[in-house]
């Protein structure tokens, strides 16, 4: 299976794409983590990626397809894969479509992950990251066990940024209005499933796994 996710920041994409990649077998790219890594390490892309991240708005095309087209030629990918944080505009999906064409890949299903501005601020403004390992945490739904300490390696946690309230309310801004042309890309092939994201991370994830499933039986009929 080639699956895209798409929604909104905090919708929950990293997360159950992380699981769906364990549960199905399949390679996770997510272009979040390839953005943070590049960050982190301050690469010229990080850099300058970094700069559009606090100030709440959008990476540009151009530095997230240099990453991607080199992606999509390795190895783990041919099996399938769970693609998460990019396309986030039609400018972005065209670029991709142009990439999967050359790769000769053809996307089985966009889920898109529903939901709510008030819930995605809930969970946003509450994350916590590791600064030596990059491992997340919730101050509300998955706290560490020791205040601002990780718990897989014992370095310090620091919220983000771009995970600030204000912040947060920009990037919905911005996100909304690229949205609606992305969803009428992906409806008119055919490939889009929207999916309500609000509930608990467990019955989301099995949602998606059952569709998956029921695509994949019907496309070996």
């Not at 399938?80 to 999967?100: K, M, S, V, W």
């Not at 620091?158 to 890309?185: H, M, P």
């Amino acid at each position: 299976m080639r699956i895209i996710l798409l929604g909104p920041p905090g919708a929950g994409k990293g997360t159950q794409a992380k699981r769906l990649a364990d549960k199905m077998n399949l390679a996770h790219i997510s272009t979040g983590d390839i953005l943070r890594r590049n960050v982190l390490e301050g690469t010229a892309l990080g850099k300058e990626a970094k700069d559009f991240m606090e100030r709440g708005l959008l990476v540009p095309d151009e530095l997230m397809s240099k990453m991607l087209f080199e992606r999509f030629t390795q190895q783990d990918v041919k099996k399938g894969f769970i693609l998460d944080g990019y396309p986030r505009n039609l400018a972005q999906a065209i670029t991709l479509e142009g990439i999967f064409k050359q790769k000769d890949i053809d996307i089985d299903m966009v889920a898109y992950l529903d939901s709510s501005d008030s819930v995605i601020i809930q969970r946003l403004s509450g994350r916590l990251v590791c600064s030596a390992c990059g491992a997340n945490f919730h101050k509300t739904n998955m706290p560490p066990n020791k205040n601002g300490i990780c718990d897989k390696c014992g370095a310090s946690l620091f919220q983000r940024t771009d995970d600030k309230e204000e912040t947060i309310k920009k990037r919905l801004e911005v996100y909304k209005k690229e949205d609606s042309g992305l969803i009428k890309y992906y409806q008119q092939k055919n490939k889009l499933y929207r999916l309500s994201a609000d509930g608990e991370a467990e019955a989301v994830l099995n949602e998606i796994i059952a569709l998956s499933k029921k695509l994949h039986d019907s496309l070996k009929v």
